[in-house]
């Protein structure tokens, strides 16, 4: 599943295909949302908003499009509609190029001022990182709170009422560069341990928005994309290397079940 820093950047390819240009031509695929195309063709889009996972595209005309893209939902933009064996979902044309919606299964058209009183939006209230771009100490006032002292942060990490659009993989790489054991609580932490894991929690998710979703150190994956190994390979400082040495003390990165989801940390790096 695409995760916070993926959504936005497919925010942001919306944003540049659609321009500032009135759509001319609009498509949805389910039937109740049919009525929309006449509402919304030659309107222009003002901005895409992200909500974690979600994103929510608002136009001038007074009404919005929410969206979630779940596991499958994968935005593409071409001045042509391409041959993708996807099912489409949405079409928006405008300024010569399209913005296409595969495979979504969650749509909704609905006036601009309801847009807070969506259940996904009303009950994803965490921090948003990749918009409001809190400083290292904003975000460990945040996390400081007594809600969040308790659960484990392999589970907390996971909660959108925590950090918006935190993820499986940014789970493992926060808690790789924070040198934090995946069982351990906020209220167990540090003072420094804890700016750690702000510093982290804002630096891991920005970087991955800013370069295609590389946590790793950015000299070290370049150097080895020139060398020609494959993105996988090259993307993560500890998730999806189970087995491979550690960056930092060469110890084989483990892979454990947390939450349902998989997770990858250094047992020495990250003691208990």
Known sequence: MPEGPEIRREADQIQDALGESAI??????????KPAEKILKGSKLLFVQTVGKGFILHFDCGYSIYGHNQLYGKWMFAPNIPESGRELRLKLKSNGKYALLYSASEIQFLPTEEVPEIPF???NSGLDVLNARPSIEETLHYISQKKFQNKSLSALLLDQKFVLGMGNYLRSEVLFLAK?????TIGELSAQKKKALAKYINLVMIQAYEHKGVTNDLARAEKMKNRKFFFEDYRFWAFNRENAPCYICQTSIKRIEKNARRLYFCSKCQRK
Do not use: M, Q, R, S
């Not at 001319?24 to 039937?31: A, H, L, Q, S, V």
């Open 24 to 33: 001319t031509e609009i498509f949805f695929k389910f039937d109740h949302l």
């Open 180 to 184: 934090i054991h995946p069982d351990k």
């Open 121 to 123: 939006v009303k009950n």
